[in-house]
């Protein structure tokens, strides 16, 4: 099935630092979606930027899609301890409606 | 609101006994996923429900797997007879059926299954 790949799988930085993670479909979308997912808990949605956007905002996260190169990528400014999570991308398929396809992941560690 | 709810969180079991997932969405919505995360594999969707209706099973791995959701506040995930191999966290999550331009979607705390 059609699925986000992120890049990298693993990040390390240190606080303060801005990270940037990478994601990568296959089909055409309608929108897509970043997910943080802390350890040993269940996923929590931080962003959905749709198919006609090209940049969404929202506090420290900035999230750019390309559609031509059927990527997006999420930025981190300022990265906290806190933010160290599992971050996933998913897709909604135009077809599909409701349906999240999930990638891999990119497990991000910020120390202090 | 309580968010999604998962039961139980843990459960250990051996080789072939039945196991049964619980999971209550959120009140008022009524789109429903079943997931299940493992290392190898990452997290996969097993099977959706829009209003209380299987839409798309297809990610069900086997026969072994079925899903039921008699009513809007309730679903359940059964495994029989389990295997070791089922070992995950299995991940409820629940969303509006919106139009399908927003579809954020709200993850349960997950049930952490092993079987031995």
């Known amino acids: 099935s059609q699925q986000g790949e992120e890049d990298p799988q693993a990040l390390s930085i240190q606080e303060g630092e801005n990270a940037t993670m990478n994601c990568s479909y296959k089909?055409?979308?309608?929108?897509l979606q970043w997910y943080r997912q802390n350890s040993g808990r269940g996923l929590v949605h931080l962003i959905l930027i749709r198919s006609n956007e090209r940049e969404k905002h929202s506090g420290r996260l900035r999230v750019t899609l390309d559609t031509s190169k059927k990527s997006s990528s999420l930025l981190i400014t300022a990265s906290r301890a806190a933010d160290t999570a599992s971050y996933f991308c998913?897709?909604?398929?135009?077809?599909?409606?409701?349906?999240?396809?999930f990638g891999k992941g990119t497990t991000l560690s910020v120390s202090s | 609101d309580a968010g999604v709810i998962q039961s139980p969180r843990h459960e250990v079991t051996e080789m072939g006994q039945e196991v049964t997932l619980r999971c209550k969405p959120i009140s008022g919505h009524n789109s429903l996923f079943w997931y299940r995360q493992t290392m190898m594999r990452g997290l996969e969707l097993l099977i959706y429900f829009n209003n209380n209706v299987p839409i798309d099973d297809s990610g069900m791995p086997e026969d072994r797997f079925s899903a039921k959701m008699p009513n809007a506040s309730f679903s359940t995930l059964k495994i029989q007879p389990s295997e070791p191999r089922d070992s995950a966290v299995y991940f409820c999550a629940s969303s509006r059926l919106a139009p399908s331009s927003y579809n954020e979607q709200f993850f349960g705390p997950g049930t952490r299954l092993t079987v031995l």
């Open positions: 998913a897709t909604v398929l135009n077809q599909a409606g409701t349906a999240l396809i």
């Open positions: 089909t055409s979308i309608n929108n």
